[in-house]
């Protein structure tokens, strides 16, 4: 029993140097724990209740038992835009997508790094990516939907309710959670 947990260690070290030969987009999984693989919604919190970037990440296997994922920014007109690393480590994930930047130029790299909660539900950690021309490092929250291959959920948005032009409605609106962010957008055919 003890060689054979050797050699299974031997074995995932030997694979963990090929991941770092080999620039596919391949993962060690320490054995036990949940896995990475699945269907995850969450958000990138810029600035908390200000801007916090919505997102879709999907893990699965390819054909050789590689990790391989997509990622999902609408706001930034990304879908099913290719993870170029995904890697798992017991609970540490990390995750990678590159794309132009205008700060940084051609092939940027943005990175996830997290941890998998105990029970495989949530993924939270650091996003260092690009903010104002600057490489910043911001927290994350993904929470798991599902298996990788189900359909994408739409993204939930709060409703928008008309009011009455007099304002008394608009008043009790704000005022109604008046311990939480509130925001007031008003739009006008002037």
Do not use: C
């Amino acid at each position: 029993m003890r060689s054979s947990r050797v050699s299974t260690r031997i074995a995932y070290a030997v694979v963990a140097l090929a991941g770092w030969v080999a620039p596919a987009a391949a993962a060690v999984v320490a054995p036990g724990g949940p896995g990475i693989e699945g269907l995850w919604q969450g958000v990138i919190l810029y600035q908390p209740a200000e801007i916090e970037l919505e997102l879709t990440v999907e893990v699965a296997r390819d054909a050789q038992g590689r990790l391989v994922g997509t990622i999902d920014l609408p706001t930034q007109r990304m879908q099913n835009w290719p993870l170029s690393a995904v890697e798992q480590d017991g609970a540490r994930v990390h995750l990678q997508f590159r794309r132009d930047s205008e700060a940084r130029g051609p092939n940027a790299p943005f990175d996830f790094d997290g941890e998998l909660s105990a029970g495989g539900k949530a993924l939270r950690g650091t996003f260092t990516g690009f903010y104002q021309g600057d490489r910043n490092r911001f927290p994350f929250e993904l929470e798991r939907q599902g298996e990788a291959g189900l359909e994408r959920p739409e993204p939930q948005h709060p409703p928008l309710h008309a009011l009455a032009p007099a304002g008394d409605e608009l008043a009790a609106a704000f005022n109604r959670d008046a311990a939480s962010v509130r925001l007031v957008m008003l739009l006008s055919p002037t």
